[in-house]
Nanobody, 122 residues
Framework: QVQLVESGGGLVQSGGSLRLSCAAS????????MAWFRQAPGKEREFVSA????????IYGDSVKGRFTISRDNAKNTVYLQMNSLKPEDTAVYYC???????????????WGQGRQVTVSS
């Protein structure tokens, strides 16, 4: 069973950049498809990006396409979310997620991190 811990994020001005990391323990991330979701106050958890275990398949939500980049370093057991050109509407708690079999935009992932706050000021 894999455990996920997010780090990075924080407070940034509109137009700035941040990087989130998701470090795994308990198993190798090479077995898992990985994703990022986010949840703003009063809103449902929203899909951000996902990458297959081999990085051969990658997908982004429409609201972040062209600004965010997901990547993974299986040797470091870590997945990243590089966020550029940030907007106030990107403010949310960001979660990484993992699943051995499911890859997609739904919240069907079995394992979740605890979440990391990202705040973008205008």
């Amino acid at each position: 069973q894999v455990q996920l811990v997010e780090s990075g994020g924080g407070l940034v001005q509109s137009g700035g950049s941040l990087r989130l990391s998701c470090a795994a323990s308990g198993d190798t991330l090479l077995r898992y498809h990985m994703a990022w979701f986010r949840q703003a106050p009063g809103k449902e958890r929203e899909f951000v990006s996902a990458t297959s275990w081999s990085s051969s398949l990658t997908i982004y939500g429409d609201s972040v396409k062209g600004r965010f980049t997901i990547s993974r370093d299986n040797a470091k057991n870590t997945v990243y979310l590089q966020m550029n050109s940030l907007k106030p509407e990107d403010t949310a708690v960001y979660y990484c997620a993992a699943d051995r079999f499911y890859w997609g935009t739904n919240r069907n992932y079995d394992y979740w991190g605890q979440g990391r706050q990202v705040t973008v000021s205008s």
